[in-house]
């Protein structure tokens, strides 16, 4: 019997497409590599890998390193056996990557049937929508900036969240404009959206000062009204919805949005909050069966951020923490993290399983020797979710990103 594994796409050190296929558990991980996309055949240098929803295929950003064809493409790849097929061209006049190591941003509709790009148009940055069986006929959806969005989760609607306007996108309504449901002065970055679908997360001013993170029913987004007040924060807010349940993890940004305190749990179903801790985060993410929230927290005086796990019990209570790892994070990694309440939707840095989670840059002991030995450098990382084993390095890499499920391999 074969023993079952998680894939990991990553970007290696050359500017390549590899997967890692993880097997083992706790501290007895091992990797196997396989380059997909090499840059030096391809003559393209390749950026930032995204899984489709059923893990078969990843997209992953193509830069022309000739100065006679510059071009800047959105591939997509089997993630098996298959040729790679460009989904998305960058206009002329939108040849620009929109942060370090980040020539698009994907977001995939929860079916797998669309893919929603951000990328570079000249004027600024748009979304669009690219159907996966039609990617030769893209449709600008809206453009602008900040852009922040989510896909509902039947994949028939975007929330978007473009400068101060808050609107819902009905993909399945054909003609019609979009329902705009806030114009107001900015309290949050990444809408979120309810399991089922039925209801949306947001957050509004509050009078006299902070904001107020709020829930409105999908088919009454219309109505200010409706708009049911869960929670009073000081500030403006990120917040990432579990993949378990309903709750949702809190954190009040402070000025430039660059990190976060007072991490906390809304139930919105209950109406339950629960303090974790209050300390500067760079970003939160749930384990997937929502018992451990991991944590990046920058550390003082030092370019360093800390990984944190935060326990739950059956009961939703606080249980405890620990630390996993400390890293320099890379450029790209920095990034995500950066607007990590968007990532959250679309990449993914926990395993499936639960067991692994992923960073890339310059781990706090280095992690394991490279082609440069025991140099600076940068690599794409696991460490047991469980802190049974130290973070030690797959490959030297820039991001690294799993897969959301993952079938079941064992034969």
């Known amino acids: 019997m074969a023993m079952s594994s998680t894939p990991l796409a990553m970007i290696s050190e050359d500017a390549s497409l590899k997967i890692a296929r993880i097997t083992g558990e706790g501290a007895d991980w091992q990797a196997q590599v396989e380059t997909r996309l090499e840059m030096r055949s391809e003559g393209m240098v ?21 100065q006679d064809d510059p071009r800047l493409e959105l591939w997509n790849v089997p993630s098996g056996e298959g040729p790679a097929e460009v989904v998305f061209r960058n206009p002329r006049d939108g040849r620009q990557v929109i942060a370090p190591g980040l020539a698009h941003y994907v977001h995939w509709a929860p079916s797998g049937r669309a893919l929603a790009v951000v990328g570079n148009v000249g004027s600024g940055l748009a ?44 993909l399945a309504a054909g003609s019609e404009g979009p329902l705009q449901i806030q114009r107001a002065r900015p309290s949050f970055r990444s809408p979120a959206w309810s399991a089922d679908g039925s209801s949306i997360y947001f957050a509004k001013p509050r009078p006299g000062g902070g904001a107020i993170l709020v829930r409105a029913q999908r088919g009454e987004v219309g109505a200010a009204e409706e708009h049911e007040e869960l929670m009073e924060l000081s500030g403006p807010a990120s917040f990432v919805a579990s993949r378990s349940d309903e709750r949702l993890a809190v954190l009040t940004l402070g000025p430039g949005d660059a990190e976060g305190r007072q991490l906390s749990i809304l139930d919105p179903v209950t109406g339950g909050q629960l303090p974790i801790v209050d300390r500067a985060m760079n970003g939160v993410f749930w384990a997937p069966d929502g018992r451990a929230l991991f944590a990046f927290e920058p550390q003082p005086s030092s370019t360093m951020i800390g990984l944190t796990r935060y326990d739950l019990d059956r009961n939703g209570e606080f249980a405890g923490s620990m630390r996993l790892a400390r890293f320099q994070p890379s450029a790209e990694f920095a990034t995500m993290l950066n607007f990590y309440d968007q990532f959250a939707h679309s990449h993914q840095i926990v395993s499936p399983c639960g067991q692994w989670i992923t960073f890339a840059g310059l781990a706090l002991g280095n992690g394991g020797s490279g082609r440069r030995g025991f140099g600076p450098q940068n690599g794409c990382y696991l460490v047991p979710s469980d802190g049974s084993e130290a973070a030690r390095r797959v490959e030297a890499g820039s991001i690294a990103f799993f897969p959301r499920s993952v079938a079941d391999e064992a034969g």
């Open 46 to 66: 390749f950026m930032w890998p995204s899984w489709s929803p059923d893990g078969e295929q990843i997209t992953v950003s193509a830069s022309s390193q000739r």
């Open 127 to 170: 979304v669009n929508l690219v159907a996966a069986n039609r990617p030769d006929d893209p449709q600008r959806l809206v453009d602008g900036a900040p852009l922040y969005f989510s896909w509902a989760p039947d994949g028939r609607a975007i929330l978007v969240h473009r400068a101060a306007q808050l609107v819902l996108f009905d």
